[in-house]
């Protein structure tokens, strides 16, 4: 840098897993842990909504973002993918891309890569003045994102760093792959930078690198300290002297190192990915906190890693005292009082407007991305017991025969139910949520919905209505008495609670089964008794003094209580 030797300590933090007003605050932990630079991937789905749709305000001003890491004296490095992974819904690519139904990602498809071309001439200008080249602070860019553990198409890899370099990146290209033989030959390019991604035994994993690119600086672009949750699985930590160690032995090789996560933040809304297990195919959606382990929990305040940490990067680096900003405020215990309901059913016409089709179809043929949808037909079928089975639900779907719960079809499961048909005509109902499209692996193209047919015994069921709840505004709901109002099926709760001093909190929903929640018209994320999150995460930038609102989206008709505490 300059003429002299830069060693780049990074830290990876996603804009868009954190509310802009807590941006500054993270960012100079991250400098007070000894960090140089800040590393970021950029969130595709979020920046295009709609095919030619983009957005690049409020928290999603990524170059905002970058000119406070340089105000602050950071350096910055940027994943702009176009794919990602980061746990993130479909790996951050757009849902919309799948309502081709020939869609082909990752490779020389070519309306992908229009659409990839089109989302790169709106995003990469806006950065190209901020590079070093340009005296700003952005050293590196990516090209794609662990390639070698997707696919094989080289000519695409070689065709986005093409792209880079037409609209105007000079900087630093690179790319990152786990130190394996097949994920380097696959995912990398002869005259393009290559790191490594890994969480333990440096010493070989640069060796393996070594093979590969003989010669210039090493880098691990994500040092794994910590790990991610995925619902009905265990909470995952590693012990802050183990991940230590692991970061000594990177830096005594005199290597760079990007530290994944430094704060790993939360998946708001809907954005959570998902995860296949490769052998059994086992559906393995993530949960909403993205805590990570990291050195600064979710809440953005330091945990063991981050004093372990910074320790051993002073052995390396001369660093100043510590110096912290101060700690966030917190909200003083406060439990909501709910005070009206509405079911689901009542809710159906402000809520979506309904599609008919002679089958089924998925979600994104429909020109919705997220959420749930509701599927709904008429049957006249002898009464008694019979099998409903359905070709394929992505991912949860509740079954209702006149109105009524009578189970669930799970995407793991064997996609029959049991049931009892009264004497018809019988409407027949199939709420069916997304639970996040993958973001890893061979199963990465994820549609939503019932994804083929659905059958009573050995007769297929046709003329269907669809009722699309992406469930992005809910200004129009209108809430009766929660004692007199019908709600044991799915309904939506909303509580009033009173903020004299803002300040962060975790909401708790004990008694709830499983559902979503709003603060303040904000999605904060999905809550399920299976756990192992308990509780969602509410910055402080979501409340406001005096009156505040809570909406539960309860799906098994639970009615438990609402604590929010800092």
């Not at 530290?259 to 954005?271: D, Q």
Request: aromatic fraction near 10%.
């Amino acid at each position: 840098m300059n003429g002299e030797p830069l060693r780049v300590l990074s830290g990876a933090l996603h804009y868009f897993r954190m509310v802009p007003g807590q941006w500054r605050d993270r960012l100079l932990k991250l400098r007070a842990m000894g960090l140089n630079t800040v590393e970021t991937y950029v969130a595709w789905n979020l920046h295009e909504p709609r095919p030619g749709e983009f957005r690049f305000d409020g928290g999603l001003d990524l170059a905002a973002f970058v000119r406070l890491a340089q105000e602050l004296g950071l350096h910055v490095i940027v994943r702009p993918g176009p794919y990602i992974c980061a746990e993130w819904e479909f790996g951050g690519l757009p849902a919309w891309l799948l309502a081709d139904p020939a869609m082909e990602v990752r490779c020389c498809y070519p309306p992908y890569l229009d659409a990839v071309r089109r989302f790169y001439t709106a995003l990469l200008p806006q950065l190209l003045s901020l590079q070093v080249q340009h005296g700003g602070p952005i050293l590196a860019m990516q090209v794609e994102n662990e390639y070698g553990s997707y696919g094989s198409d080289r000519q695409y890899v070689e065709w986005v760093r093409a792209l880079m370099v037409e609209l105007g990146v000079e900087t630093l290209l690179f790319t990152s792959d786990g130190a394996t033989d097949h994920m380097l030959t696959h995912g990398t390019l002869p005259d393009v930078f290559k790191t490594a991604n890994f969480g333990s035994r440096a010493n070989s994993e640069f060796a393996k690198l070594r093979d590969y690119q003989p010669g210039g600086p090493l880098m691990c672009m994500e040092f794994w300290n910590g790990w991610f949750d995925h619902w009905g699985e265990p909470h995952h930590t590693r012990d802050a002297a183990d991940a230590a160690q692991a970061l000594d032995e990177i830096l005594a090789s005199g290597a760079s190192v990007n530290v994944y996560m430094f704060h790993g933040g939360t998946n708001f809304g809907f954005m959570n990915g998902a995860n296949t297990d490769l052998d059994t195919r086992a559906y393995q959606p993530t949960v909403n906190s993205y805590d990570y382990d990291a050195p600064l929990n979710e809440a953005g305040e330091p945990a063991a890693k981050f004093h372990a940490f910074r320790n051993v990067i002073a052995k390396y680096v001369d660093l100043p005292p510590l110096d912290l900003p101060p700690p966030a405020a917190k909200l003083a215990r406060t439990t909501p009082r709910f005070t009206g309901v509405v079911a689901l059913a009542d809710a159906l016409p402000v809520l979506s407007a309904p599609r008919h089709d002679i089958v089924p179809r998925a979600m994104e043929s429909l020109g919705q991305d997220y959420g749930f949808i509701l599927y709904r037909t008429t049957v006249n079928h002898p009464p008694g017991r019979v099998t409903l089975s359905v070709e394929r639900v992505h991912d949860r779907a509740l079954v209702f025969v006149n109105g009524v719960e009578v189970g669930v079809l799970a995407r793991d499961g064997d996609g029959k139910l049991e049931i009892e048909v009264p004497a018809g005509p019988v409407t027949l109902e199939l709420l069916v949520e997304n639970m996040g499209r993958v973001n890893y692996g061979p199963d990465l193209q994820d549609r939503k919905g019932l994804l083929g047919w659905v059958r009573l015994g050995i007769n297929k069921l046709y003329h269907w209505t669809m009722f699309p709840l992406p469930l992005a505004d809910l200004s129009g709901l209108r809430f009766a008495d929660p004692g007199a109002a019908d709600a044991a099926g799915p309904a939506f709760h909303r509580a009033v609670f009173t903020v004299d001093a803002p300040g962060d909190s975790f909401l708790a929903l004990p008694g709830w089964t499983k559902g979503v929640a709003w603060v303040n018209g904000f999605n904060l994320g999905r809550y399920w008794e299976k756990g192992p999150q308990t509780a969602l995460y509410v910055p402080a930038p979501l409340l406001r003094h005096g009156e505040n609102e809570l909406i539960v989206f309860e799906l098994h008709g639970a009615r438990g209580v609402a604590v929010l505490e800092g």
